[in-house]
């Protein structure tokens, strides 16, 4: 979906599907904490993906660039929002995207290549490639699922501008873009907008 609603993305639906689509669960021997097991799948575990959430408006969440943390289902602020985020999110998201206007919220997605390139060697960008294309599916599935709107965007930054990145923009590799918010005339579920009581599905909120 290339349009959204004018309202703010309740944070408790952004941690939710983070939480389902990116989270990880559970680590792979014998090499701890290198080789996880997250809900979309990886060439060897190794999850070379991060996160970066750009958010212009989510309630409960400073506008700005924030790393998601898949350990700690955690954001990190990284940068308030600025005109470099509003020209970041336009060249890479928005004009792709052919949207008429910035998306609540999008995803700046890239790769630490040396995670997957030490063990698989020339085949690590085919595998970085594939392990994009299998996070952003699994993102639209849950999004869809929780009632948000999505889409996915295949513009590459190469190489790497984003001004949050200025320290480690060396050794990462941008592999595309998403875009999210609310659905244009559309409301989400209610029982998402409230944390549950007494039940068993629960959402957390990255802090």
Do not use: N
Not at 12 to 22: E, H, K, P
Not at 94 to 122: C, E, I, Q
Not at 138 to 152: I, K, R, S, V, W
């Amino acid at each position: 979906m290339r349009s959204f609603h004018e309202r703010p993305v309740p944070l408790l639906l952004l941690a939710a599907l983070l939480g389902r689509a990116a989270r990880v669960r559970g680590f792979l021997p014998p090499l701890e904490h290198q080789q996880t097991q997250r809900p979309s799948p990886s060439g060897g575990g190794r999850h070379s993906l991060e996160i970066y959430v750009l958010a212009r408006a989510v309630d409960g969440l400073p506008a700005g660039a924030h790393h998601y943390d898949p350990f700690d289902h955690a954001l990190e602020h990284l940068a308030p929002w600025d005109a470099r985020l509003d020209e970041l999110t336009d060249r890479l998201i928005t004009r792709p995207g052919r949207m008429d206007r910035t998306a609540p919220v999008s995803f700046y997605l890239t790769s630490y290549t040396a995670r997957t390139s030490w063990k698989y060697g020339r085949m690590a960008l085919s595998l970085i490639y594939r392990d994009a294309g299998c996070l952003m599916q699994t993102l639209c599935l849950t999004a869809t699922d929780l009632g948000l709107a999505a889409c996915p965007i295949g513009a590459i930054d190469a190489p790497v501008t984003a001004p949050f990145l200025r320290d480690t923009d060396e050794e990462l590799m941008h592999v595309g873009g998403f875009a999210l918010g609310l659905p244009a005339g559309g409301r989400p579920p209610a029982d998402l907008l409230t944390p549950a009581r007494g039940g068993s599905h629960q959402h957390t909120q990255p802090h």
